[in-house]
């Protein structure tokens, strides 16, 4: 046996733990989701077929196929917002904040990371009521003489996504800034750039795969996610997740249920397809 | 633009801050209501808090499934990641994809998906389902963080240790680990992290013993009480406590 | 710590049901999660009952069907939905003498929906109403003797739904002059337009906390399909959110106990079952931290103080009794009428 094929045995003895468990705690289950899919329910009966009513159904039905546009015009507001908002503030700690205080700034900007998830939506919901902090904070100050309505609204949704995506994307995107050279900007400056110039034609398009592996992270999970849009939006429109949960919780209807989910996977594997260019998810 | 720069900062970390400070003003709230207006500072939903038996034992199963659920996927990640840098392997584009998957889907899927399987197999609903379900989405985190730490510089090394006749348990215990140690670190923190706050796998495939968020759901929806506001202040500061002590033993250190 | 250790080992294992010494497993509504109504029965019996939550029946039932036999022992369910449990074999008769019928108050023994071919297979222990909860400093308290006002366009903006099919489209039906009885998929259709104008006049349609939450903050004032069960809590916060019965009717929901077929804890379910039907338990049960609403049982009164059974309304019963209606109770396809409706509600 030669050197280089008892390397390779022994380097993929090593992978095949991890590759085994992706396989049969991932790849698996989601082919049953997808066979499941192809099922519909008889009464309180699970019939397994091969029947795309499911399919049908979700891309016929009003109310699921607008649950499909309303995941995917929530979820596209809040990667467009979260980003413009990240980009800033991360530009910001990494170049403006003096370098001792930096760790500190970059601590502060992901702080609320550490209280519990459910907790963070909910808290939102103190803070946007009709007698919230906000609407007193504007009535105090004069701008307003009538609380508006935020709460149960899409406004209350995104708000909540985007303050846990800021986070997230603050990070990405400081960590892809802290690694650019300062040699660029000089080098730029020297030809004559201004400052603009420098920002907009050096550093954004050096950051642009930081920025857009963080936009896609940002899509997948906030397209995926329950807990939000259920605690903040009032119920007045439904969400994929939503519609999947529905599907498990009252009605017990698991082919509806996997039937949507494979829709929500299409989605974000279309999402990958168009935005794979530009990722490097191994390394991120 | 000096100012500017300041003052977008400030409205930013406002933005961020002022739920978590909202939820921490209102855990005191005396009274049944956690919301505006303040009527005054007790610490009686504390005590409620420290004295639910229910909410503890999540909190302990929490911690119990981040803790060993983290391992697992720390040590199959450090593996993997080891293998495929060791040598090139046929098909391993391919095989680093499949690694990666789970992470580029919603957690809402790997739950309904498990859940099925589970269901038909027989497997009941429990914290070792959550553990496993936790295990594939931070498999790909851990592995994918280590993968890009090794360098050329450290597979020098490693091919070295081989070289000079140590066995590969020894290369990888001995001279691996500890080279990778800042990325280890960090990984496990991360997936530590994520298994502790994860809501929907652990909501679909637990049953009785729960963990802390699918705990704090129920009460949410349970009835209004600033002990769910309690509850969320605590978990933070003792998060905060914990960051920043690793903070200023670890990341200090490494900083000098 | 004992406990603690043996979670540790049992997690490793998988095995974490069979190392505990002894449990009941029930599954329930969020009221019987209280530990004080659970902690006197694990003390008295040296056991421990486990409980989980589900939300409609439907999902209860598919719960049931996918577990093993043994994995439940007792559960909590709508008592007009005891015949669909039955009929798909998933409840134990119940042994007689469980339920104390004697003192109970008759009209809640709902024997015709417990009873399947002359077998009881539940017993009724808590029921309360759907009707409108409102905030009285901020609403005409005349304007709630009729569901009329919910459409008059006068509250728009400042109503809240609340988040459970059956009850509201009862309500919604009863607006209409379809009595509950009645509500069938043809019924049902003309329920669409009432149900969406409802729709657009309301600012949420929200669970129970996220109603109390918007009732609390002023953020609505009346909540539709609201109760007793949802103002008592509030009560002593806020003694202006009151509830009524509006003159076309309320609905009547009433929860029963039933121990669940292929329990290998038979006696302790019966135990279990006994105790909750117990003047204690069902005083207990009347005031849990989720809900409350009123005991089956008339002997709680002796339990309950006077303040308590003030708040539950203890003394004008009799009078809500006669002017509540039923909940709806659809066949499997009429319910997934009620649901697909419900969804294009929410979703518009």
Not at chain 2, 148 to 153: N, Q
Not at chain 3, 108 to 134: C, M, R, S, W
Not at chain 3, 279 to 297: D, F, K
């Amino acid at each position: 046996m030669t050197i280089e094929r008892r390397e390779k045995r022994q380097g993929a003895a090593l992978v095949a733990p991890a590759l085994l468990w992706t396989l049969v705690f991932f790849a698996v289950p989601f082919a049953g989701m997808a066979i499941m899919s192809l099922a519909h329910l008889e009464g309180r009966e699970i019939v397994q077929g091969f029947d795309l009513g499911n399919y049908l159904r979700i891309f016929t039905d009003p109310s699921f196929r607008r649950g499909i546009f309303v995941s995917l015009e929530i979820t596209l507001t809040v990667t467009v917002i979260s980003v413009l908002l990240a980009w800033p503030l991360a530009w910001i700690i990494a170049t403006r904040v003096p370098e001792r205080w930096r760790r500190m700034a970059l601590l502060i900007a992901v702080l609320p990371f550490w209280t519990s998830y459910v907790v963070r939506s909910y808290s939102w919901a103190l803070v946007l009521g009709e007698k919230g902090v906000v609407n007193n904070a504007l009535i105090g100050l004069g701008l307003l003489s009538e609380p508006i309505q935020i709460m149960a609204t899409r406004a209350a949704t995104v708000t909540g996504f985007v303050h846990f995506f800021v986070m997230l994307l603050t990070l990405t995107i400081y960590s892809n800034l802290i690694q650019l050279s300062p040699n660029y900007a000089r080098a730029a400056m020297d030809l004559g750039a201004s400052r603009w110039q420098v920002i907009r034609l050096v550093i954004l398009p050096l950051t642009l795969p930081g920025v857009m592996t963080g936009a896609f992270l940002t899509f997948v999970l906030c397209i995926g996610d329950y807990i939000t849009p259920q605690i903040l939006g009032g119920n007045n429109e439904l969400s994929l997740p939503q519609l999947i949960m529905m599907q498990l919780g009252r009605r017990g209807d698991y082919p509806m249920a996997s039937a949507l989910s494979v829709v929500l996977m299409a989605i974000v594997t279309l999402a990958y397809a168009a935005s794979a260019r530009w990722l490097k998810m191994e390394r991120l | 633009m000096r100012i500017l720069s300041w003052a977008y900062l400030i409205a930013l970390f406002t933005f961020i801050l002022l739920p978590v400070g909202v939820l921490v003003v209102f855990s005191f709230q005396d009274g049944r209501l956690p919301v505006p207006p303040f009527k005054g500072a007790t610490l009686e939903w504390y005590a409620s808090v420290l004295a639910d038996r229910a909410l503890m034992e999540a909190l302990l199963n929490s911690m119990i499934v981040a803790l060993i659920s983290a391992a697992v996927s720390l040590t199959l990640g450090f593996l993997a990641a080891s293998g495929l840098a060791r040598v090139v392997l046929p098909g391993s584009v391919l095989m680093r994809g499949v690694l990666i998957a789970p992470m580029t889907v919603s957690y809402l899927i790997v739950a309904l998906g498990l859940l099925q399987m589970f269901g038909k197999i027989g497997v009941r609903p429990s914290l070792l389902a959550t553990g496993i379900g936790h295990v594939v989405i931070n498999l790909p985190l851990c592995f994918a963080i280590i993968y890009a730490s090794i360098g050329e510089h450290q597979k020098n090394a490693l091919k070295a240790a081989r070289d000079l006749g140590a066995r590969e348990w020894q290369v990888l215990w001995l001279v691996a680990a500890p080279m990778l140690l800042p990325s280890l670190a960090a990984a496990y923190f991360l997936a530590f992290t994520f298994s502790w706050d994860e809501f929907i796998i652990a909501f679909l495939l637990t049953r009785f013993d729960v963990t802390l968020p699918v705990e704090i759901w129920s009460m949410l929806r349970s009835g209004l009480s600033p002990e769910t506001n309690a509850v969320g202040s605590l978990v933070f500061l003792v998060s905060i406590v914990i960051v920043v002590a690793l903070e200023l033993l670890l990341f200090r250190k490494g900083a000098k | 710590m004992f406990k603690q250790s043996y979670a540790v080992v049992a997690l490793a294992v998988g095995f974490a049901p069979a190392l505990q010494a002894e449990d009941l497993n029930a599954l329930i509504w969020c009221d019987h999660a209280d530990a004080e109504l659970l902690r006197p029965f694990e003390e008295a019996h040296g056991v421990r009952v486990n409980v989980k939550e589900y939300e409609g029946t439907a999902a209860g039932l598919t719960l049931l069907e996918q577990s093993r036999p043994g994995d439940w022992d007792v559960m909590v369910i709508d008592a007009v939905d005891v015949g669909r449990a039955v009929e798909r074999g998933l409840l134990a008769p119940l042994p007689e003498g469980t339920a104390p019928l004697d003192s109970y108050f008759p009209e809640v023994q709902l024997k015709d929906h417990v009873t399947v071919d002359g077998t009881v297979y539940a017993a009724v222990e808590k029921f309360g109403y759907n009707t409108i909860a409102y905030n009285k400093a901020a609403v005409d308290p005349a304007d709630m003797g009729s569901l009329d006002a919910l459409w008059s366009g006068k509250y728009d903006g400042r109503i809240a739904i609340y988040d459970y099919y059956l009850p509201v489209l009862g309500l919604v039906g009863l607006q209409a002059g379809v009595d509950t009885s009645d509500l069938d998929a043809a019924a049902l259709e003309g329920l669409r337009t009432p149900l969406m104008s409802l729709k657009s006049a309301s600012k949420q349609v929200s669970d129970v906390v996220g109603s109390q939450t918007a009732l609390a903050t002023g953020e609505v004032d009346i909540l539709i399909g609201g109760g007793e069960w949802l103002t008592a809590v509030l009560n002593a916060e806020n003694p202006d959110l009151d509830w009524t019965i509006p003159e076309e009717g309320g609905l009547l929901w009433a929860q029963s106990l039933a121990i669940v077929e292929g329990t290998e804890k038979p006696e302790l379910a019966a135990e279990f079952v006994k105790y909750v039907l117990s003047p204690e338990g069902q005083a207990r049960l009347a005031t849990s931290s989720c809900y409350w609403g009123m005991p089956a049982n008339k002997a709680a009164g002796d339990v309950l103080s006077d303040e308590q059974k003030a708040v539950l309304r203890w003394d004008d019963q009799a009078e809500y009794l006669k002017r509540a209606q039923l909940y709806p109770v659809p066949d499997g396809d009429t319910d997934a009428a009620m649901q697909d409706l419900w969804t294009d509600m929410l979703q518009n």
